[in-house]
């Protein structure tokens, strides 16, 4: 189905006024015209929303990491559709179709298609995975599909928080520049950060694992992304609860399924057996490894960008 021309025009929206007032807002941090509570809220807020994402939207929804309390469920999900990328279950949908296919036809944001495809592109084609053919189970649970139906809800609340609490700290001045940085810039943050995810962590990083798409681990990603830049291990294990696998691959979204599991919050965490761990790594080796038969050309090694 073609996206219609209002869509177009309200995703355009979506994507432009967060840019926009990105530049005012720098602009206001070039002339020191900034408080802490803005920042604060920005900190806290975009936070909140990215791991309503990655630990709510991404490991719990998707790919099933974990099975939360009702109540943690219902408040990730509410998290993640503050982050205004869509309504959960349409989330879920297209990053099923996304590992389905990936890098292959019919992936909905391979960098394959351009890079700016990958990151942006991508998002003014409206429907791109039915959820009732790639997420059926979903379409009937009642959580779900009652954020899911409510997303506009979440999505005003995504501002009306920091206007709120930046009224209440500060009077009209406050809930304007609480909405700036609270709501906007938070908001450009938080698209970009996501959209990197499918963008450049296909393009540029290291490949641990051998897997039949390009997906690589960035470590910038998987900072402000809270793991999830460590998507060639994600690709390789989809349904681990934790996307870093080495000690120094930082993971909060890890950590916070970790102390929610320790609090009784989260059971059945999916953890990657270590067997099949290692017999990846070994696979992995083997394949980087120069064939030294004689008379045997030499190994092209793909580049890494
Ligand atoms: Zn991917
Ligand atoms: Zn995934």
Known sequence: MRPSLAYKAVVLTVVVVPLAATLFAIRLLWQRAVNWPDLALLGVLYAL???GVTVGFHRMLTHRSFRPHPAVKFVLLVLGSMAVEGPAIDWAATHIKHHALADREGDPHSPLDGFFHAHLGWVFESATA???VYCRNLVNDPIVSFVSRTFLLWAVLAFAIP???GGLLGGWAGAL???LWGGLVRQFL?????????SVCHTFGRREFETTDRSRNEWVVGLLAFGEGWHNNHHAFPRSAFHGLHWWQFDLSGYL????ERLGLATEVYRIPPA???RRRQRARAALAPDLTPGKPAPVVEEVA
């Open 130 to 132: 039915d959820p009732n």
């Open 276 to 278: 099949l761990l290692a």
């Open 49 to 51: 929303v990215a791991l």
């Open 257 to 260: 399924i970790w102390t929610l």
């Open 163 to 165: 206007f709120g609490v």
């Open 190 to 198: 938080t698209h970009h950060v996501t959209w990197s995810v499918n």
């Open 177 to 179: 520049t609480g909405l």
